[in-house]
């Protein structure tokens, strides 16, 4: 793909604005672009050429289908910026969010139709393979129907339900409150990993249970398996999460993926949806 742009204006590339790039010729400075159904950014630096046009050739970015100037948006006076297109199914559930908030238990009932537009405008292809590469840091879910219905089954709330992913280690974090265990954490850690170009594998190996609100542990160590009481109901506790880890149920169809929203499907219920966004 050729950036078509003289260095002192901008232009349009592949949904993207880049603006504001350095007036001064021979200055170096970074370009970003990314492709509209890759869903992975691409960065490179190249020397300012001004007033000749800059050249940067990216093999695995494609070609845009019109860079005309007219379509092509005022520019900010900063440093140099992206400005993403959102899709109109994406700024549909945003504002699903804002007015119903982000819990499962709020969610809108017009949320369920925003997923299937959603889905269908998703701009990542292979998305299971570039899952951990967008995926690095918090998300939290903001729709489950399958989680909803088990709260009304066991009497249970669970909220908020946490991912942090780092690498391929994955840490789930979900707070439970009901009027006879009370509250607490239910807490795993393993990893994740992509199984296909469409699916994704987690494998938890490590279980803990915390309790009271503030208690969360980060991690299990092996000091707190083998200390005293503690060590002991950690114990048990690890030993109920991985009888109760069905691997077979834990490969996730990626439905759609982008740098902050995510959807997959709950494989025990086939049309039952995933969604979580982007916290941190």
């Not at 940067?56 to 494609?62: E, N, Q, T, Y």
């Not at 945003?94 to 369920?112: C, D, T, V, W």
Request: hydrophobic share 40%; with cysteine.
């Amino acid at each position: 793909m050729i950036c078509n742009g003289i260095c002192t204006g901008g232009h349009l590339l592949q949904h993207y604005t880049v603006a504001a790039v350095p007036r001064v010729c021979g200055m170096q400075h970074n370009a970003m672009y990314t492709a509209p159904r890759q869903g992975a950014w691409l960065q490179q630096t190249h020397a300012c050429q001004a007033p000749n046009p800059c050249a940067s050739a990216l093999s695995s970015v494609r070609q845009p289908k019109d860079l005309s100037a007219a379509s092509t948006p005022a520019l900010a006076s900063s440093s140099t910026a992206l400005v993403p297109q959102t899709s109109a199914a994406k700024r549909q559930v945003e504002m699903l969010i804002q007015q119903s908030g982000a819990s499962p238990y709020r969610a809108s009932p017009n949320m369920g139709s925003a997923m299937e537009a959603l889905i269908a405008e998703n701009p990542t292809e292979d998305a299971g393979m570039h899952t951990l590469a967008l995926g690095q840091g918090s998300w939290e879910v903001f729709y489950a129907p399958h989680i909803v219905t088990l709260s009304s089954t066991v009497g249970a709330k669970f909220q908020p339900i946490r991912y942090i992913l780092d690498g391929s280690s994955i840490v789930s974090n979900v707070f439970y409150s009901s009027s006879i265990a009370r509250e607490g954490w239910l807490s795993s850690s393993g990893s994740l990993q992509a199984k296909d170009a469409g699916t994704v594998e987690l494998a938890f190996d490590s279980f803990w249970v915390d309790f009271g609100s503030s208690k969360l542990r980060a991690t299990l160590s092996e000091g707190e398996k083998k200390a005293g009481a503690r060590g002991l109901f950690d114990s048990m506790v690890q030993a109920l999460g991985k009888a109760a880890f069905f691997p077979q149920f834990a490969v996730f169809p990626v439905k759609y993926l982008d740098g902050d929203m995510a959807v997959f499907t709950f494989p025990p219920l086939k049309d039952s949806l995933i969604a979580v966004r982007k916290t941190s």
